[in-house]
């Protein structure tokens, strides 16, 4: 006769067997497992490996590329501005190494930069857009007149277009130099601009602005300086709005006056401005003002080539 204890012994033998079928069960699956996540991880890192590898090339190419168009770039700009005068503008995100690499192209060009003037950041502050606008209605030079009911960019754009620009009919300044110094230092004393030394009207302008503005506001911070250099492409002989990579986004200064058929009929923007053969390109299209054509350049998608004549 089967005893109770039997029972017992039996049915305890079974969960036994069964446990430790289970840990064996499961110690092969994991071993199995382990395996084919190493296997993986020597494959992505293989893949990672291969396209570091094709990144580091390309960035050996265009080191190599841009080295080509920082010496051959002024020979192919030379007398492009022959006897014409360029102010530049910059605003507070524009990098200095840019600046200085487009003006020593301009003067290559044959132009004569005629100075400097730096948007700060409250510019473009849409806080202090109605300081701004108050402030330019009292600094308007005689005889001149400002957009009405405009944006603030749009009628600092006038301002300093009447200030910095000489007139496109006459070639004469559009302020007397008492006007021009009273104006740039009631805009400096605000914070607004910080005016460059021995500044004199010219007959074009460029405008430089960094990559796609980041924080709060951005996309109207991006707007302003849009707006402004639209404006002073129409208070002078021609303008050009050029910034680096970044730039032509929707929160760039360039990618707000692409969007804008009625700028993009009258500015020329470039946005590779970071590279040489974008500063060459940015004294090209300064060029093309000059014959009353306007064009959107670089190798964002929404440029429509790489340069003057080129198609996209």
Do not use: C, W
């Not at 605000?190 to 004199?200: C, E, H, M, T």
């Not at 300086?225 to 303008?239: E, I």
């Not at 970071?274 to 500063?279: C, E, P």
């Not at 300064?286 to 014959?291: A, F, G, V």
């Amino acid at each position: 006769m089967i005893s109770l204890r039997y029972h017992i012994v039996s049915i305890t033998a079974v969960f036994l067997a069964l446990a430790v079928g289970v840990v064996l069960g499961s110690t092969a699956i994991s071993g199995r497992l382990l395996s084919g996540l190493n296997d993986d991880k020597s494959a992505l890192g293989e893949e990672v490996s291969a396209l570091q590898a094709e990144r580091n090339a390309l960035d050996a190419r265009l080191a190599d590329s841009d080295r080509f168009a920082t010496s051959v770039g002024p020979l192919a700009v030379k007398g492009q501005l022959a006897e014409r005068t360029v102010v530049v503008v910059t605003t507070a995100d524009a990098r200095p190494d840019d600046r200085d690499a487009l003006t020593e192209l301009l003067r290559a060009a044959g132009a004569t930069v005629t100075g400097e003037v730096q948007l700060t950041e409250s510019f473009a502050d849409p806080d202090k857009g109605d300081q701004l606008l108050n402030l330019v209605a009292r600094l308007q030079p005689a005889g001149t007149q400002l957009p009405t009911g405009a944006d603030p960019g749009t009628r600092a754009g006038a301002l300093l277009g009447a200030l910095l620009l000489i007139g496109k009919d006459d070639n004469q300044p559009q302020a007397t130099p008492d006007e021009t110094a009273a104006a740039l230092g009631g805009l400096a004393s605000a914070g607004f601009v910080k005016p460059g030394q021995d500044l004199r009207p010219a007959q074009l302008t460029v405008v430089l602005t960094g990559g796609a503005v980041q924080g709060d506001s951005a996309a109207d911070r991006a707007a302003t300086v849009a707006r402004f250099a639209s404006q002073l492409d129409r208070s002078g002989a021609g303008t050009v709005l050029a910034g680096g990579s970044g730039s032509a986004d929707g929160t760039g200064a360039v990618g707000v006056a692409r969007a804008d058929t009625a700028a993009t009929s009258v500015l020329s923007t470039v946005d590779n401005l970071d590279t040489a053969s974008g500063r060459v390109v940015a004294v090209l299209a300064l060029r093309e003002q000059l014959e009353g054509r306007a064009g959107r350049y670089g190798v964002a998608g929404n440029a429509e080539g790489t340069a003057p004549g080129a198609a996209g």
